[in-house]
């Protein structure tokens, strides 16, 4: 039987609808920059440098008054031109107002953080125009990008770990309402839980497993990575023994058509979603560790990789089975967790047995 088209692909083709159907709306050269970005960027991130444009776009027509009486398809390379680099001197302050707007309760770091991702995406957009000469500088280039603050990795200890895969197995601590719906994804909950914890693997990669690309003889999956590259993962019997408990369940239930490849099912016979995903995963860390907020499926990728660097020690195997294309950035993600090595080692050795002080020995 032919292998089905990969979850990854379609939903590739829907991204790239997506951006077809948003660039009817935006100005010309957005399109030609976007198509230069065709075989260097995936259709997900191409979609949000759009998104990224289109927010500066309406800044223009919000807060400048010459682009005042515009739609954003009437905007032209020569109004580009006209942009000064006040009005682009301007435009982080435009942004914190509308993260404020748009997200009141976001948490400063991720503020930031999409504040820097939209000036950076102006930036290669200029970059872009300059470079094919239809400006004469990149001013954008000029405008300061704002300091970060550090993010706190957050992850899961241990016996916080095994209290979260028991509130999905028993539904203890669960609401009324949660608990029936407990009852019958239990098995589904533990096994995407486990699949998490047990491997690092992405939100993303875990929605796009079908069945057919999980391996039991060799606990191997066949997963695609940021970018459309396939790669084969290893499982523990641990997990192994989760997805066939759901794999025994899932043979029950009759998915809706276009859903029969998925792992992973909802209560409405569907693919599950990554919404849905990050909302289990919210809901039984809840129960298991109320302290720490915001738990998500990445902060289970990130129990996994300190779990793994504690293990092993290895730097380079970490970021390989997380998927990082660059050592830095796992480096980056864990340096605490060296940092904190280097702490217990300064303490290791001990060049003298505790005996008299050192006043005690000079008398």
Request: charged share 30%.
């Amino acid at each position: 039987m032919p292998r089905s088209v990969p979850y990854a692909r379609q939903v590739s083709q829907r991204q790239t609808q997506r951006i077809r159907e948003r660039l009817r709306e935006m100005p010309a050269c957005v399109g030609d920059f976007l198509i230069s970005m065709e075989d260097q960027y995936a259709a997900l991130t191409r979609l949000a440098y759009l998104l990224d444009l289109r927010v500066f776009f309406e800044y223009l027509i919000a807060e400048c008054p010459r682009f005042a009486d515009k739609q954003l398809t009437d905007i032209t390379l020569d109004d580009i031109r006209a942009v000064t680099l006040a009005d682009l001197e301007r435009y982080p302050g435009y942004l914190t107002l509308y993260f404020r707007r748009a997200h009141p309760d976001c948490p400063i770091e991720n503020a930031e953080a999409g504040k820097m991702r939209k000036l950076c995406s102006l930036r290669s957009f200029y970059n872009y125009l300059f470079e094919h000469k239809y400006i004469e500088g990149n001013l954008a280039a000029l405008v300061a990008l704002p300091k970060l603050h550090e993010k706190a990795i957050l992850r899961l200890e241990p016996d916080e770990v095994a209290r979260l895969l028991d509130a999905a197995e028993s539904g203890e601590g669960l609401g009324d309402r949660q608990k029936k719906y407990n009852e019958n994804t239990r098995v589904r909950d533990v096994a995407i839980l486990t699949l998490l914890l047990g491997t690092g693997i992405r939100v993303s990669e875990c929605v796009g497993l079908n069945r057919e690309d999980i391996n039991f003889e060799e606990n191997a999956m066949l997963i695609t990575r940021k970018g459309g590259k396939e790669m084969i993962l290893y499982f523990s019997d641990e997990v192994a023994s989760a997805l066939r408990a759901y794999l025994a369940q899932r043979e029950t239930v009759q998915p809706l058509e276009g859903h029969e490849d998925a792992l992973f099912l909802s209560l409405q016979r569907r693919r599950i979603t990554q919404r849905a995903i990050e909302n289990l995963v919210k809901k039984y860390a809840a129960v298991a560790a109320p302290l720490k907020r915001r738990i998500s499926p990445h902060k289970l990728r990130s129990t996994y990789g300190t779990a793994l660097y504690h293990e092993t020690g290895d730097i380079y195997l970490v970021a390989d089975v997380l998927g990082h294309s660059d050592v830095n950035t796992t480096r980056k993600h864990y340096a605490a967790m060296a940092d904190d090595s280097r702490r217990r080692a300064a303490q290791a050795v001990r060049l003298r047995d505790d005996g008299p002080s050192r006043e005690g020995d000079a008398q």
